[in-house]
């Protein structure tokens, strides 16, 4: 069988997911992001990996992305492709109505507006400011 795997280096979170040939998620994994995003996505390929029946190691995919802001760190990628695209296409493939996306994340929040074809439109972020980004929000629910 064939595997794909994707994994999304962020600021905050890492995370990680297998698919197989029929483009079913088998394992998926969200870690804390460590300093290092090469050993982020390390350690959250190798928890991915370990829960699929038939895979030992990275090199057993087929074919691997990585994405997100350490997406060059991700090991044996075969490619790296921006978070906003990657967003604007996994959006159209499941919802090809949506044509706007707003991502929080840990250390910026983006507007992305989707193409018919599931490319960006266009895109507007804000990285000045904290508040409003899923850290901001992070910390409040803890208080």
Known sequence: MKYFGGCDVGSTYTKA??????????????IRSKMNSAESAQLAMNEVISKVHGLNKIEDLTYL??????????PQAQENISEISCHAMGVHITDPSVKAIIDIGGQDVKGIAVAEDGTVQTFAMNDKCAAGTGRFFEAM???
């Open 17 to 30: 997911v297998i698919l197989d040939e029929k483009g079913k998620m088998v394992s998926d994994v969200t």
């Open 65 to 74: 992305i990585g994405t997100g802001y350490g997406r060059n760190k991700v």
């Open 141 to 143: 629910a803890r208080a």
